[in-house]
């Protein structure tokens, strides 16, 4: 079982910035693929960004060129830089961890509320 704990919402003007945080309670290293998602009100879940075990990374298009996903192994933690925040990236923000052969294997964090004003 790995236990995810998302942290660094909060509240921000648009045009600022948030770096969210997401630690692991096991080794992510070599075996989990991290990815971040969201979900406004009344809209579905959608996958904000991901990085392989190997580092590899991809993004939404509505966030490339402004948001940045990486890790940190010998912490076990994942992290998303927001930056240019835009009112439309009101969302709870999730962190999921899915291994990296047994797809079917995966864990959701708890989610943590990112709201950007006008």
């Known amino acids: 079982q790995v236990q995810l704990v998302e942290s660094g919402g909060g509240l921000v003007q648009a045009g600022g910035s948030l770096r969210l945080s997401c630690a692991a309670s096991?080794?992510?290293?070599?075996?989990?693929?991290m990815g971040w998602y969201r979900q406004a009100p009344g809209k579905q879940r959608e996958l904000v960004a991901a990085?392989?075990?190997?580092?590899?990374?991809d993004y939404t298009d509505s966030v490339k060129g402004r948001f940045t996903i990486s890790r940190d192994n010998a912490k076990n933690t994942v992290y998303l830089q927001m930056n240019s925040l835009k009112p439309e990236d009101t969302s709870v923000y999730y962190c999921?961890?899915?291994?990296?052969?047994?797809?079917?294997?995966?864990?959701w964090g708890q989610g943590t509320q990112s709201t950007v004003s006008s």
């Open positions: 999921n961890a899915r291994h990296s052969i047994y797809h079917y294997i995966a864990y």
């Open positions: 096991v080794s992510i290293s070599r075996s989990y693929a």
């Open positions: 990085i392989g075990s190997g580092g590899n990374t």
